[in-house]
Nanobody, 124 residues
Framework: QVQLVESGGGLVQAGGSLRLSCAAS????????MGWFRQGPGKEREFVAA????????YYADSVKGRFAMARDNAKNTVYLQMNSLKPEDTAVYYC?????????????????WGQGTQVTVYS
């Protein structure tokens, strides 16, 4: 099993920045990659960003390209999501997840373990 713990959420004014962290522990030797998803009020959980665990290749939803950046620190088994130029529509609970298959980075079903989520609220 893999345990994922997110941190770094909070309340921020539009245009501001936040950095989310996700620390993985447990059986981390079979992680293909890590991803961030979010679920806004009354919305489905959606893909935000992903990173290949060994390649470091990053993938982003169109809605966050150019504003969000994902990075990893393999030595710490931790991934980060730097969020800049935040908008009220970015308000959501953000979840990290580990991809345990070679499936699509964008597909929820490719991810095996999920964190509890961290709330991000952007006010105008």
């Amino acid at each position: 099993q893999v345990q994922l713990v997110e941190s770094g959420g909070g309340l921020v004014q539009a245009g501001g920045s936040l950095r989310l962290s996700c620390a993985a522990s447990g059986r981390t030797d079979n992680i293909y990659g890590m991803g961030w998803f979010r679920q806004g009020p009354g919305k489905e959980r959606e893909f935000v960003a992903a990173i290949g665990w060994y390649s470091g290749t990053t993938y982003y939803a169109d809605s966050v390209k150019g504003r969000f950046a994902m990075a990893r620190d393999n030595a710490k088994n931790t991934v980060y999501l730097q969020m800049n130029s935040l908008k009220p529509e970015d308000t959501a609970v953000y979840y990290c997840a580990d991809r345990t298959t070679s499936g699509s980075n964008y597909y929820r079903g490719s991810y095996g373990y999920w964190g509890q989520g961290t709330q991000v609220t952007v006010y105008s």
